[in-house]
């Protein structure tokens, strides 16, 4: 391609979405691409879409439907649909959207330079979304600079798609089956982001504890990558998510307990507190089970933080079934959850079973959900009051959105903390400071940086302390 040319990019999703965004930019990077903010100075307009509910996928159309008409006034602008709904729909997205150019699916973006040079060039619509092959995107993707949101903390995708086939849930459609990448190919991008001073990264996968499984040329998994990118000088914080509760090994347990560097978070759903929804939703696990290694983990763990997520209103979920749920996040003792309305979603069970007579009611699904929100907050909560007057890491971020006076960052439990301190932002963004907290909020917490002598002394010497 001759002339530069802009690119404009909305995400939709998971995490791994949003890695898979900032692959894309740096792919088209490559290509003599620049990203831009706004829609309107772009000739290259992508929508990187998710499935995983309804809602997001009536958001994917609606981006589309604002561009098709920005197309009718500038005919050249190209239009490309990436993601899960891609994936899923196929050439069906050129029907729905007569104006798109380019559909592409999950396993197709290292292709997206020659897809769009395509478009461009021949003005043909053109699909990729066939999934032969035979590793993981991540592997085919050896010299791509991604286009990181910060240059701090990165994400690093180790696994794709997923082999569970939960009966309500459509990521083993449009992610495919279960790929691992090779550890070599993990290894060398961790080795990059700490030459580039990143200090934390964040593992991911639809279920990233399953690493490994579906190698067949060794026997590797997650606790072994851990143990590997622990050695990686640099880096200071690994984290990983999502985690299936089936494949949680004492192993994986064991890194997180003994690796200083793999902070003591783990993201792990528990979906319904009912064994009966538990069964039908084909988890694999009783609420017994979940509430055992929760507490194994706790055990083991003593610091960490036990997240989750949970669908409520599953097809022919009864108001006990409900309580159930509704239980289980204090039994369990998790610190946080996303909570969600049940979707039904193209070819699987649970969709099938809503259409003939177990849905339940929207209305009903609603009340649940804002009882469950309200159980979530009320346990966050109680978890973060268990941190006041503590002093805890974190990894300072920048300004707080909220209140420009105040910094803010994680704790290694995963916790926002936003801080006053009389440092600058620039001398404290990417570094790992003491926080004493003063106040708990259900979802984050407010404290004070404890400035240690010698680096207040230095601060002010060399000026960094904000007037
Ligand atoms: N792999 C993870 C979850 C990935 S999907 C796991 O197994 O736990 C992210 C979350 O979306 C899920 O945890 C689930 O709570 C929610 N979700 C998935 N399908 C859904 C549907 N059909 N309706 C509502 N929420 C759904
Ligand atoms: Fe979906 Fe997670 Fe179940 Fe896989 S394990 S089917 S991603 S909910
Ligand atoms: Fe959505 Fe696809 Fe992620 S359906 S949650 S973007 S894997």
Known sequence: MTTPRKVYLETLGCQMNFNDSEVMLGLLQKE???????????????????????????????????????????????????????????????????????????????????????????????????????????????????RRENDISAWVTIIE?????????????????????????????????????????????????????????????????????????????????????????????DAVAELPKVMEYIHIPMQAGDDEILARMRRGYTSQQYYDLVRKIYDRVPNAAVSGDYIVGFPGETDAQFQRTVESVALSGIHNANSAAYSPRKQTPAAFWELHGEEIPEAVKEERLQILIEAIRAQSLKKNQGYLNCEVEVLVEGKSKRNPNRLTGRTRSNKVVNFETSLSEDALVGQLIQVKIQEALPFSLIGQMVLPAELSQSAVLSGAVAP
């Open 32 to 146: 003599g691409f620049e990203p831009v903010e706004n829609k309107l100075d772009a000739d290259l307009l992508i929508v990187n879409t998710c499935q995983i509910r309804g809602s997001a996928e009536d958001k994917a159309f609606s981006h589309l439907g604002t561009w098709g008409k920005l197309k009718a006034k500038n005919p050249k602008i190209k239009i490309a649909m990436a993601g899960c709904v891609a994936q899923q729909t196929k050439d069906g997205i050129f029907k729905r959207a007569p104006y798109v150019d380019i559909v592409f699916g999950t396993q197709n973006i290292h292709e997206l330079p020659e897809l769009v040079r395509r478009a461009f060039e021949g003005n043909n619509r053109v699909l990729a979304v066939d999934r032969q092959k035979p590793r993981n995107t991540y592997d085919y993707l050896t010299d791509v600079a991604p």
């Open 161 to 253: 798609g997923c082999d569970y086939f939960c009966t309500y849930c459509v990521v083993p459609y449009t992610r495919g089956r279960q790929i691992s990448r090779t550890p070599e190919s993990i290894i060398r991008e961790v080795f990059q982001l700490a030459a580039q001073g990143f200090k934390e990264i964040t593992l991911l996968g639809q279920t990233v504890d399953s690493y490994g499984k579906d190698f067949t040329d060794r026997h590797y998994g997650l606790a072994e990558l851990l143990y590997e990118l622990h050695e990686i000088e640099g880096i200071e914080r690994i984290r990983f998510m999502t985690s299936h509760p089936l494949d949680l090994t004492d192993r994986i347990i």
